[in-house]
C-alpha cells in the first residue's frame, strides 16, 4: 500500500515538475526532484533505471549529486541509494 502511494504521489510531482521545467523561470526541479525520489522508493525498477542514466551520463550524475546535497535527508536519501558504484 505505502509503495503504491510513493509511486502515484512520485508520478504526480515528477509530471508537474517536468511541466514546470520549461517554463520561463524552470522551478520544475522543485517537483522534480521529491518526486523522483518517491518514485525510487516505491519502485526497484524505477531506482535502477535512474541509476543506470546515471552511469551513462556524468552531467546528469554530476547534476543530481549537486542537487542531493541541498534537499533535506528524507528526499536526498533515496536519490543517493541510485549513485552508480565506482569501480
Known amino acids: ?27 520544475g526541479f522543485l517537483f522534480l526532484i521529491p518526486g523522483l525520489a518517491l518514485l525510487v522508493l516505491g519502485s526497484e525498477r524505477v531506482a535502477n533505471w535512474v541509476r543506470r542514466r546515471r552511469a551513462r ?19 536526498s536519501a533515496p536519490l543517493e541509494e541510485t549513485v552508480p558504484d565506482k569501480a
Not at 4 to 26: C, D, E, K, Q, R
Request: net charge negative; glycine share 6%; charged share 15%.
Open 1 to 27: 500500500m505505502r509503495k503504491a502511494l510513493y509511486v502515484t504521489l512520485g508520478t504526480v510531482l515528477a509530471m508537474i515538475g517536468g511541466i514546470i521545467f520549461v517554463s520561463p523561470m524552470p522551478l
Open 57 to 75: 551520463n556524468a552531467e546528469l550524475n554530476e547534476k543530481m549529486t549537486e542537487a542531493c546535497e541541498h534537499m533535506p535527508d528524507a528526499v
